[in-house]
């Protein structure tokens, strides 16, 4: 796949203090992106300065939702190069995520490319601090300006960077978890096993309640008899049972984690 580089003239300032990143609110000074139309497949793969986006009021995203999105790290090591944790399989997901919505899948090879060639580009954003990391969203949504429901004719698939520390301001020490045994998030037969903004919209009631009594995330019971778990919002569950590791079973009401699997 040909990219095109356009590099920034107004480059950022980078973060000076790497402990204060917090999460998600960072970008870096460019953003991939790639157009899809119906007839000519996906085309004109670029990386240019992050920035914002143009769209219809139509544009069938704000109003059916036909989005989806993955999430990963790049790492600086030790030695000062940068390592990603299994990039083509978020991109295998994201396929199935777009099967699912009926999204154009992208080749794993031209999305792993597509990553690489951006990373290259915004590599002195990647933090040397231990405990932070370079965020890395890809997202693929609908934007044809058109108001029938039906799967879109043109979208958009890009990538996003966010120089950011943990998720939680309490880093890696416990996190207190609140039960939901009201609202369920997913049921099989739905979208739960993908990543698409639909599931999380669904969680942020609980999550919002949780907050407001001081606890961190929500555990998620089955969507039928509310009684057997399934997930925690941001992060695997596990147990330990008679010395042996137990997570919940894949029956399509939950995402499958990379670092889960």
Not at 113 to 124: F, G, I, P, R, S
Not at 129 to 153: E, H, N, Q
Request: charged share 20%.
């Amino acid at each position: 796949m040909e990219i095109r580089i356009e590099k920034t003239s107004t480059p950022k300032e980078k973060p000076t203090d790497e402990s204060k990143l917090g999460f998600g609110h960072i970008f870096t000074d460019h953003m991939f992106v790639m157009e899809y139309d119906t007839g000519k497949g996906w085309h004109d793969a670029r990386v240019v300065p992050y920035g914002n986006i143009e769209l219809s009021p139509a544009a069938m995203v704000l109003h059916y939702a036909q989005e989806i999105f993955e999430g990963l790290k790049a790492y600086r090591t030790a030695d000062g190069s940068i390592q990603f944790f299994r990039p083509e399989e978020n991109f295998k997901r994201m396929n199935i995520s777009a099967e699912r919505l009926v999204i154009p899948q992208i080749p794993v090879e031209d999305a792993l490319q597509a990553l690489h060639t951006l990373v290259e580009v915004d590599k002195e954003w990647v933090p040397h601090t231990d405990g932070a990391s370079l965020y890395i969203r890809p997202f693929i949504f609908a934007a044809d300006p058109f108001l029938g429901v039906r799967p879109a004719d043109k979208y958009y698939f890009m990538i996003i960077c966010s120089p950011s520390g943990a998720y939680y301001s309490t880093g890696l020490e416990p996190v207190s978890i609140y039960v939901e045994t009201n609202y369920v998030r997913a049921v099989r037969g739905g979208m739960g096993f993908t990543k698409t903004g639909g599931n999380y919209a669904a969680s942020l009631h609980s999550q919002d309640d949780a907050h407001k009594i001081n606890y961190s995330q929500v555990l998620w019971l089955d969507g039928i008899e509310q009684k057997y778990i399934e997930e925690v919002g941001s992060m695997n569950i596990m147990f330990v049972i008679d010395g042996e590791v137990v997570t919940p079973q894949l029956q399509g009401s939950v995402l499958s984690g990379i670092t889960r699997k």
